[in-house]
T-cell receptor, first 113, second 112 residues
Framework: GAVVSQHPSWVICKSGTSVKIECRSL??????MFWYRQFPKQSLMLMAT?????????EQGVEKDKFLINHASLTLSTLTVTSAHPEDSSFYIC?????????FGPGTRLLVL | SQKIEQNSEALNIQEGKTATLTCNYT??????LQWYRQDPGRGPVFLLL?????KEKRKERLKVTFDTTLKQSLFHITASQPADSATYLC???????????FGTGTRLQVTL
């Protein structure tokens, strides 16, 4: 139980384009989902908290207009990286909360050329 | 400032031995602490949760202790196997909206 999927698993895009990443909880409903990014050999850095039916809460230093989050249902949250640049290349991971535990998706590797 | 520290150096142990990983924190009052395993290029996998009023939790070969006085958690893997090789992350939860703050992780390498 408590399975979370992410799509796509990897994406390569040109600088200036937008990329959408989907996060789904497959066998449970999650009112709260989280988005993280992780650079090589570093820990997870929380980007934002996504709440179903309301606006996302962004961590300090994360641009909300660049990283658009939509949590339209209890099983789906999306992260859109707008006007992506090479410095946005990273490993993006979502999690969905069941009670106090976060269950993570497999991650999406983004490479911006 | 708030800090969560895990051994940044990799931990190398022989198969069959007990691996012990440390998580220390400062300026936090966590309601619970969680341990996750992360393999390269993958998302973390939940292992164990221990609450502030619990001293110890076990699950199969895994044991976690939580000392709120020392501000430390220890994570033990008994009878370690090469398949246990991974990075292990501790994460603190304060109870606010299930938000977690992660440590930097310790890489465990179990050799034959």
């Amino acid at each position: 139980g408590a399975v979370v999927s992410q799509h796509p698993s990897w994406v390569i895009c040109k600088s200036g384009t937008s990329v959408k990443i989907e996060c789904r909880s497959l066998d449970f409903q999650a009112t709260t989902m989280f988005w993280y990014r992780q650079f090589p050999k570093q820990s997870l850095m929380l980007m934002a908290t996504s709440n179903e039916g309301s606006k996302a809460t962004y961590e300090q230093g994360v641009e909300k207009d660049k990283f658009l989050i939509n949590h339209a249902s209890l099983t789906l949250s999306t992260l859109t990286v707008t006007s992506a640049h090479p410095e946005d290349s990273s490993f993006y991971i979502c999690s969905a909360t069941l009670q106090e535990t976060q269950y993570f998706g497999p991650g999406t590797r983004l490479l911006v050329l | 400032s708030q800090k969560i520290e895990q051994n940044s150096e990799a931990l190398n142990i022989q198969e069959g031995k007990t691996a012990t990983l440390t998580c220390n924190y400062t300026n936090y009052s966590p309601a619970y602490l969680q341990w996750y395993r992360q393999d390269p290029g993958r998302g973390p996998v939940f292992l164990l949760l221990i609450r502030e009023n619990e001293k110890e939790k076990r699950k199969e070969r895994l044991k976690v202790t939580f000392d709120t006085t020392l501000k430390q958690s220890l994570f033990h893997i008994t009878a370690s196997q090469p398949a246990d090789s991974a990075t292990y992350l501790c994460a603190l939860g304060t109870g606010t909206a299930s938000k977690l703050t992660f440590g930097t992780g310790t890489r465990l390498q179990v050799t034959l």
